[in-house]
């Protein structure tokens, strides 16, 4: 087939650089620390089951139908209350939205606000998904500085008194890729921001639930009294990734708007998986589950950085250390050629995301994504020292 038949859209693609290397993570004695895969030993599997057969069993054809765009009603009233009493979040069932992921979440929503050339802002580094999510519609990029508290608000409100961008997206709490969590005062100076020069703010919250130490910080949605932040979260790591289940928060008029997408897309997302999630949130155990996964990746997260602080090089060596999520950020002196360091250390048979692939600007970035979820302690020890010796060569080769 002639390459003019293509959308110029697809002549832009790029492959993601995270799921091109989940194949290293199938190689046998791989140390696999690149992509964000939960522990699948974390999956109730036995409770999952159990609320798939009360479904059938109760309910049997209707949940195998197909169902409301927004979703099954009183899952999205379940969610609705979940939000308002743990997060702090004025909403109702009608704000909430059901998804295939907050994948799909993502791409609906550049569908919903990029048009070619428009501008969005972007936290630097930022959710390598989202960026390609936005990507399809060809927008420009206005990326802001973080330190360890999250974006630098001074340098997001010089960039809005030059531009006007149809939203902001950030990863707040334990972002993807560095771990650092905003603090509660950039939470309220970023809402006040966005009221101020009238900007949509997109929050992107899959790991909120995932602290293993510090006290919650409230979603910047909590403060939003003008319905200008849209909200995302998912099932994916406090059940199961694989279920492909998340939710927006948003208000009524986003969320029908969001709807009119949806009906192009997919109509609807799984009726019966959406019936067995209701099931399972309603038996009870969720929290218990939550309280599992929490314990399992604080033991991970400790290991991987009582690991570095073992065996990694101090002198231009900086990482996070984040109070949650799965990841964390290591960077490196600038002359390090991280895409060459990932080579030499797949060879030694540790894998992890250069920090590259979650930049818009192209270039070269000596940082890496280390990612602590998915391999047991012993493994993590093991992979962070012979990444150790490989960044010992790279910095005396630079010396």
């Known amino acids: 087939m002639t390459p003019n038949r293509y959308s110029q859209r697809m002549n832009t693609m790029k492959s993601s650089a995270i799921r091109d290397l989940l194949h290293y993570a199938t190689l046998p004695g791989m140390i696999y620390l690149a992509g964000g895969l939960p522990a699948p030993e974390s999956f109730p599997v036995e409770t999952f089951k159990a609320a798939c057969d009360t479904v059938l069993d109760e309910v049997g054809a209707q949940a195998l139908q197909y169902g409301t765009t927004e979703g099954y009603k009183p899952l999205r009233k379940c969610l609705a209350e979940r939000m308002r009493n743990l997060k702090g979040i004025a909403c109702g069932g009608d704000n909430v939205i059901l998804t295939s992921g907050s994948q799909q979440a993502l791409e609906m929503i550049g569908k919903l606000f990029i048009d070619y050339g428009d501008i969005i802002v972007l936290e630097s580094p930022s959710y390598l998904g989202a960026i390609q999510a936005f990507d399809l519609y060809a927008p420009?990029?206005?990326?802001?500085?973080?330190?360890?508290?999250?974006?630098?608000?001074?340098?997001?409100?010089?960039?809005?008194?030059?531009?006007?961008?149809?939203?902001?997206?950030?990863?707040?709490?334990?972002?993807?890729?560095s771990g650092r969590t905003m603090s509660l005062e950039r939470r309220k100076q970023l809402i006040a921001l966005a009221e101020h020069y009238d900007v949509v703010v997109v929050e992107d919250d899959p790991y909120g639930e995932l602290r293993y130490t510090g006290e919650p910080v409230p979603p910047i949605k909590a403060f939003d009294t003008t319905g200008r932040v849209i909200y995302l979260s998912t099932f994916s790591k406090i059940l199961s990734p694989g279920i492909r289940l998340a939710w927006v928060v948003a208000s009524e008029e986003f969320v029908r708007?969001?709807?009119?997408?949806?009906?192009a897309t997919d109509l609807c997302t799984s009726t019966f998986l959406q019936y067995a999630v209701y099931e399972y949130c309603q038996s009870g155990v969720m929290e218990e589950q939550i309280e599992?996964?929490?314990?399992?990746?604080?033991?991970?997260?400790?290991?991987?950085?009582?690991?570095?602080?073992?065996?990694?090089?101090?002198?231009?060596?900086?990482?996070?250390?984040?109070?949650?999520?799965?990841?964390?950020?290591?960077?490196?002196?600038?002359?390090?050629?991280?895409?060459?360091?990932?080579?030499?250390?797949?060879?030694?048979?540790?894998?992890?995301?250069?920090?590259?692939?979650?930049?818009?600007?192209?270039?070269?970035?000596?940082?890496?994504?280390?990612?602590?979820?998915?391999?047991?302690?012993?493994?993590?020890?093991?992979?962070?020292?012979?990444?150790?010796?490989i960044v010992r060569r790279r910095l005396e080769e630079i010396a």
């Not at 708007?257 to 009906?263: D, G, N, P, S």
């Not at 570095?308 to 109070?323: H, I, N």
């Not at 080579?343 to 970035?365: I, L, M, Q």
């Open 140 to 177: 420009r990029y206005v990326t802001v500085p973080m330190d360890e508290q999250g974006i630098i608000i001074e340098e997001l409100d010089r960039i809005l008194q030059i531009v006007t961008p149809k939203f902001i997206y950030t990863v707040p709490t334990f972002q993807n890729p």
């Open 292 to 389: 599992k996964i929490r314990a399992m990746y604080r033991v991970r997260m400790e290991t991987m950085l009582a690991a570095l602080d073992r065996y990694f090089p101090k002198e231009g060596v900086s990482w996070t250390a984040p109070e949650g999520g799965m990841f964390l950020w290591v960077t490196l002196p600038d002359a390090v050629d991280v895409e060459d360091t990932l080579k030499e250390a797949v060879a030694n048979k540790v894998a992890f995301v250069p920090g590259t692939s979650f930049y818009v600007d192209g270039r070269p970035h000596s940082t890496l994504r280390l990612n602590f979820s998915n391999a047991i302690p012993e493994q993590i020890e093991e992979g962070i020292r012979r990444l150790a010796e």
């Open 257 to 263: 708007r969001i709807t009119l997408i949806k009906q």
